[in-house]
């Protein structure tokens, strides 16, 4: 089993549409969780960190559940400009290494 | 504040040549590290550097090797590349908190 897996879609989705994405990590001694954006030809950047209690920025939302070992983004009202790839990070406790996934790719159309 | 810049953008060899990879962070984080990243196969870890003076081996270090000069620039170098290198490059420095990372805007490599 890979250590961050994410479906790499592409979700093929209209503007306005609510869209969700799960990423399932196999480490559940991870401490820290991210979602990264990345455009094509561009470097990854972070969007936003994953908190245990869940944690909301405008139109995104990001949860953690320990239990079933998965982070999950939800983006609502989806623009044209969401259209990206988008990475889900995980960190081992106690390490510098963090493990990417390989994305999952969107596509908001008008 | 600039982030992490890395230097050239874009670069083309021949095989067999060799090339030296720049890259410098100002936000004055301890870990720095290098990834290449293919089509389909998304970002691999090819060195890092957990603070000045140490560097550890990666996923992908065959064919590379790196240099943490001091806290701000981590350089990596091809010694011969081959075709198999060629990719985009990308640097990244690490929060000390949570270890979020920070990239660099990537390097071209084509190698002929």
């Known amino acids: 089993r890979k250590e961050v897996e994410q479906d790499p879609g592409p979700f093929n989705v209209p503007e306005g549409a609510t869209v969700a994405f799960n990423c399932t990590y196999s480490?559940?001694?991870?401490?820290?969780f991210f979602w990264y954006r990345q455009d094509c030809r561009k470097e990854p950047k972070l969007l936003m960190s994953?908190?245990?209690s869940g944690n909301e920025d405008g139109r995104f939302t990001a949860q953690l559940n320990r239990a079933s070992q998965y982070i999950s983004l939800l983006i609502r009202d989806s623009k044209l400009s969401d259209s990206a790839t988008y990475l889900c990070?995980?960190?081992?406790?106690?390490?510098?290494?963090?493990?990417f996934g390989r994305g999952t790719s969107l596509i908001v159309h008008p | 504040n600039a982030g992490v810049t890395q230097t050239p953008k874009f670069q083309v060899l021949k095989t067999g040549q060799s090339m030296t990879l720049q890259c410098a962070q100002d936000?004055?984080?301890?870990?720095m590290y290098w990834y290449r990243q293919d089509p389909g196969m998304g970002l691999r870890l090819i060195y890092y550097?957990?603070?000045?003076?140490?560097?550890d081996k990666g996923e992908v270090p065959n064919g590379y090797n790196v240099s943490r000069l001091n806290k701000r620039e981590f350089s990596l170098r091809l010694e011969s590349a081959a075709p198999s290198q060629t990719s985009v490059y990308f640097c990244?420095?690490?929060?000390?908190?949570?270890?979020?990372?920070?990239f660099g805007p990537g390097t071209r490599l084509t190698v002929l």
């Open positions: 990070v995980v960190n081992p406790g106690g390490s510098y290494i963090p493990t």
């Open positions: 994953v908190y245990s």
């Open positions: 550097s957990a603070s000045e003076g140490t560097t």
């Open positions: 936000m004055n984080h301890n870990s």
């Open positions: 480490n559940s001694a991870s401490q820290s």
């Open positions: 990244a420095s690490g929060s000390p908190s949570y270890n979020e990372q920070f």
